[in-house]
């Protein structure tokens, strides 16, 4: 099982980056595709999922309306697409996937159980 997430880079604030999250080994139309990310000195935190079964997305509120999820099966891929970006989106984004069921745990997305497969993670730098 192999997750590659690419498309991190240096943005200023109100930019755009678009994610992507590359999968190899296992069924990636029956698997929930979450993002994750980890800003230095701070605990992870879940920021959208996107579920196999209805393609259901879910959001942490400090994306909501700036993120997107999605997921392209034919192409084992899923992509986050961040817009407005802001200096606290600052962090190492992490893509993560497992045949699970996506669910929000206090304000926070989470795959349910939790994953067990990993991206390697790219990071995201918004600065001016």
């Known amino acids: 099982v192999q997750l590659q997430a690419s498309g991190g880079g240096l943005v200023h604030p109100g930019g755009s980056l678009r994610l992507s999250c590359a999968a190899s080994?296992?069924?990636?139309?029956?698997?929930?595709i979450g993002w994750f990310r980890q800003a230095p000195g701070k605990e992870r935190e879940g920021v959208s999922c996107i579920s196999s079964s209805d393609g259901g997305t879910y959001f942490a509120d400090s994306v909501k309306g700036r993120f997107t999820i999605s997921r392209d099966n034919a192409k084992n891929t899923a992509y986050l697409q961040m817009n407005s970006l802001k200096p606290e989106d600052t962090a190492v984004y992490y893509c993560?996937?497992?045949?699970?069921?996506?669910?929000?745990?206090?304000?926070?997305?989470?795959?349910?159980?939790?994953?067990?497969?990993w991206g390697q993670g790219t990071q995201v730098t918004v600065s001016s």
């Open positions: 080994g296992f069924i990636f139309d029956y698997s929930a």
């Open positions: 993560a996937a497992d045949y699970a069921a996506c669910a929000v745990v206090e304000g926070s997305p989470v795959l349910i159980p939790d994953s067990r497969y």
